[in-house]
C-alpha cells in the first residue's frame, strides 16, 4: 500500500504564486513518472505536468513558462511551482505516480487533491 499526500493549494490572487508537493510513501521499489493533473468544476480531467525518474518533463500549453515541475528523487516527492496563475488555473489538483511496489508490480495512483483557487 502506497500513500500520496498532497499539500499547497490554496486561495491566492491572478498573477500571484503556489507551490504543490506530493509525497509519496509505502511499499515501493521505485518510482517512474510523477506529474500532476488538475479538474474543473464541469470540466474532464487535463494533465498538468508530468516528470520521469530520469527528469524529463512535459507540460500543457496551457501552462508553459508559468509551471515548473520537479522531484526529488530521495524524498520521493514531486513539486509544481506556479506562477503567474490566472483565473483559469483554478481546479482541484492531483498528483499522479506510476510506480514498482516491493513485489514487482507496476501501479498507478492518484492523491487525493487539493483545492487551488485564483480570484481577486
Known amino acids: 500500500q502506497v500513500q500520496l499526500v498532497e499539500s499547497g493549494g490554496g486561495l491566492v490572487q491572478p498573477g500571484g504564486s503556489l507551490r504543490l508537493s506530493c509525497a509519496a510513501s509505502?511499499?515501493?521499489?521505485?518510482?517512474?513518472?510523477m506529474g500532476w493533473y488538475r479538474q474543473a468544476p464541469g470540466k474532464e480531467r487535463e494533465l498538468v505536468a508530468t516528470?520521469?525518474?530520469?527528469?524529463?518533463?512535459n507540460y500543457a500549453d496551457s501552462v508553459k513558462g508559468r509551471f515548473t515541475i520537479a522531484r526529488d528523487n530521495a524524498k520521493n516527492t514531486v513539486y509544481l511551482q506556479m506562477n503567474s496563475l490566472k483565473p483559469e488555473d483554478t481546479a482541484v489538483y492531483y498528483c499522479?505516480?506510476?510506480?514498482?511496489?516491493?513485489?514487482?508490480?507496476?501501479?498507478?495512483?492518484w492523491g487525493q487533491g487539493t483545492q487551488v483557487t485564483v480570484s481577486s
Open positions: 499522479n505516480v506510476g510506480y514498482v511496489s516491493r513485489t514487482y508490480v507496476f501501479y498507478n495512483d
Open positions: 509505502g511499499s515501493i521499489s521505485s518510482i517512474r513518472t
Open positions: 516528470v520521469t525518474s530520469a527528469g524529463s518533463s
